[in-house]
């Protein structure tokens, strides 16, 4: 009968134990008692004025609290800082951080480049928007939180140059000797213009600064040819005409270079105007192997398949490194200003950074306002 006791003792022991062990649920989140993210800087209403001597500054180092989900042994909380350029809605958000990370640290050239990316005028105080979205294991679920939005006031800067045109005129041109109706040469950076224009055979041709006026002007001397030579300056009408430049003993298409700077010119035949290398692209750093761009009179395009990481620089002359365009520390895989080097005395601009990822990209280059954008 004891034996009994204590075996009925035993199994009810078991019972109430496994019965306390059913009882025990899994946490449960109640997303109403979760404290959500709070911006802590900068502060709502905060105003940057960006500029070009401090873009490779620190903007803001953006900083949030951690969302507080009310539950224990909880997997790393990931973070999404976003921003809004247009109208406070974050219908087209961009991203500015993915990580578990509660700051994030912006420059002011990356910041600069994405309100004109967005094509907010330069000199302009703009309004942008920040939010921070929390989340635990999916974006946009149950648990997702935000954080109320600050509004900072940012005036973005441009780099861009704005250079006054020349022209370009004689018997040997379509415009004639008419100064008011001279072709335009485009800017290609430094003191350098060009134009891809037909010639007449075995005529004149003369650079003038401003339409319907013939000072100043540029001509050539006894050296000067169909193929180049110096430029001779003619400040203002007190100073007697230099010569003609000549043109080319059979009519056609050329490309005629001027240099404002250092007083040359040369006539040739047009070729594909800028070429695409380095190791971020099919060609390597071979500047004989360059692919050539789509495009002239300074804007070009290119799609093509690039292997993903390494860098890449432009150059317009096959077998030469000057005159090139690389970037500055501002430049980005995705877009940035364009750096001129005009010779081979001048120092190398940094490579462009290319995509990360391998594939196809659309590359296009504006050597007149020097940007780039690689999509």
């Not at 109403?32 to 500054?57: C, G, M, R, W, Y």
């Not at 954080?147 to 861009?160: G, K, N, Q, Y």
């Not at 060609?283 to 395009?301: L, Q």
């Amino acid at each position: 009968m004891k034996r009994i006791f204590v075996f009925l003792v035993i199994i009810t022991g078991l019972s109430l134990a496994f019965s306390c062990a059913k009882d025990e649920k899994d946490p449960v989140l109640d997303i109403s008692q979760a404290v959500k993210p709070a911006i802590t800087f900068p502060a709502n209403n905060a105003a940057f004025v960006l500029a070009e001597a401090d873009q490779t500054n620190e903007m803001a180092n953006f900083q949030w609290s951690a969302t507080d989900y009310k539950l224990d042994q909880l997997a790393n909380v990931k973070y999404i800082l976003q921003m809004d350029l247009v109208d406070n809605t974050f219908a087209n958000p961009l991203t500015l951080l993915s990580s578990e990370a509660t700051s994030f640290s912006i420059s002011v050239g990356t910041m600069n480049q994405k309100m004109l990316g967005a094509s907010l005028e330069a000199g302009v105080a703009h309004p942008v928007y920040l939010r921070v979205v929390s989340f635990i294991t999916e974006q946009g679920g149950y648990e997702t939180l935000y954080s109320d939005v600050i509004m900072l006031t940012v005036t973005p800067f441009t780099t861009e140059v704005v250079v006054k045109p020349i022209y370009m005129l004689g018997d040997a041109t379509d415009a004639g000797w008419d100064n008011n109706v001279a072709l335009p040469l485009t800017y290609e950076g430094g003191s350098v213009f060009s134009i891809v224009t037909n010639l007449q055979a075995s005529k004149g041709i003369k650079i003038i600064s401003r339409l319907g006026a013939w000072a100043p002007q540029w001509g050539t001397d006894a050296t000067g040819t169909p193929e180049g030579g110096p430029l001779i300056y003619r400040p203002d009408e007190t100073v007697p005409d230099p010569a003609q430049i000549p043109s080319p003993a059979v009519a056609g298409t050329y490309k005629v270079t001027v240099d404002t700077a250092l007083l040359t010119y040369t006539i040739g035949q047009p070729t594909p105007e800028l070429y695409l290398l380095g190791d971020g692209s099919p060609a390597g750093w071979s500047n004989t192997d360059a692919i050539p761009m789509n495009g002239s009179g300074g804007n070009y395009s290119l799609t093509i398949d690039l292997p993903g990481g390494g860098y890449l620089k432009f150059i317009t002359t096959l077998g030469q490194w000057a005159p090139q365009y690389g970037t500055d520390a501002s430049g980005t895989s995705a877009e940035g200003p364009l750096v001129y080097r005009p010779d081979e005395a001048t120092p190398d601009p940094p490579a462009i950074p290319a995509p990360a990822a391998a594939g196809s990209y659309t590359i296009t280059v504006n050597t007149t306002n020097l940007t780039y954008k690689i999509e």
